[in-house]
């Protein structure tokens, strides 16, 4: 759970500045940020628990409400980043959308450098047509990920990673094995 403060102004500014810091051939900023906070990010929560009632075809438990509801409020600062690729002569659409995810992993190691706590998500509201025009995102744009940004209220616990043995390979020659 993240509570407040998180990061405003100055201090935010830095961080996004840090966030945009990332490999893009061609210099075309093929990402957008989009912040919810205070009052927006509740009244975007309630047309959300609106949008999943109206899918479900009746209403939602409490929980199931108050879950769709706080879903841009839970945190003081959720900082949407929006792919923005397009087709271009000379840089792929992966490349683009790659340019995206390092912003994204930039966005949270600058909030965690501060001192604050990042959580990334995405949830089905990154993918769902009605859910992404509340939001402020365009049909032609995709979501990397929802950045949840607080102070920690408690310690993170860890998750299982992958043994590097796994993982980790040395380069060999064709044929020299």
């Known amino acids: 759970m993240l509570a407040a403060p998180a990061p405003e102004g100055a201090e935010l500014d830095a961080i996004l500045s840090a966030a945009i810091r990332v490999p893009d051939h061609g210099k075309l900023a093929p990402w957008r940020f989009i912040l919810y906070r205070g009052e927006p990010a509740e009244r975007i929560g309630a047309a959300l628990a609106a949008l999943a009632e109206r899918r479900e075809d009746g209403p939602l438990s409490e929980t ?3 879950v769709e509801a706080t879903r841009f409020s839970r945190s003081p600062l959720v900082v949407a980043v929006v792919s923005t690729s397009k087709e271009h002569v000379k840089i792929p659409v992966w490349e683009q959308v ?3 995810g390092a912003a994204a992993m930039n966005l949270a190691n600058a909030v ?3 001192g604050y706590a990042a959580n990334w998500v995405t949830e089905w509201v990154a993918y769902d047509d009605e859910a992404k025009a509340i939001l402020g995102i365009r049909p032609d744009e995709k979501v990397v990920g929802f950045i949840h ?9 860890e998750r299982p990673r992958p043994a590097l043995a796994d993982v980790v390979s040395e380069a060999r020659v064709p044929g020299e094995e």
Do not use: D, I
């Open 64 to 66: 199931r409400r108050r």
């Open 112 to 114: 965690h450098a501060k």
């Open 149 to 157: 940004v607080g102070t920690p209220q408690e310690p993170p616990s």
């Open 98 to 100: 790659l340019s995206g």
